[in-house]
């Protein structure tokens, strides 16, 4: 069974930095594309970045330009560099990984970022 443990949210002020971090444990399995998710307070999730593994990179356009998304595919790692953050980028982040062969899905539990003063 695989499990994907995010790591790196917490408490900034607005334009303050976060590095957010995804780490897979238990079954080794390949992925194909990786993603960050982020559910705001009392919205819906929304996808905020994602990475294929060839390295082509998807960005919300409310995150273009401040967050950054990167992996690294010999850990089966990704990364979220967010900086320039907005109080309006509080949310849970959750990421999300794509099994190469089977195509499922697996999400980890999430990490809370809150940007406030």
């Known amino acids: 069974q695989v499990r994907l443990v995010e790591s790196g949210g917490g408490l900034v002020q607005p334009g303050g930095s976060l590095r957010l971090s995804c780490v897979p444990s238990?079954?080794?399995?390949?992925?194909?594309?990786m993603g960050w998710f982020r559910q705001p307070p009392g919205q819906q999730r929304e996808v905020v970045a994602s990475?294929?593994?060839?390295?082509?990179?998807f960005y919300a356009n409310s995150v273009k330009g401040r967050f950054s998304i990167s992996r690294d595919n010999a850990e089966n790692t990704i990364y979220l560099q967010m900086n320039s953050l907005k109080p309006e980028d509080t949310a849970v982040y959750s990421c999300?990984?794509?099994?190469?062969?089977?195509?499922?899905?697996?999400w980890g539990q999430g990490t809370q970022v809150t940007v406030s003063s």
């Open positions: 238990g079954s080794i399995v390949s992925f194909g594309t």
């Open positions: 990475i294929t593994h060839g390295g082509s990179t």
């Open positions: 999300n990984a794509q099994d190469l062969l089977t195509l499922y899905n697996y």
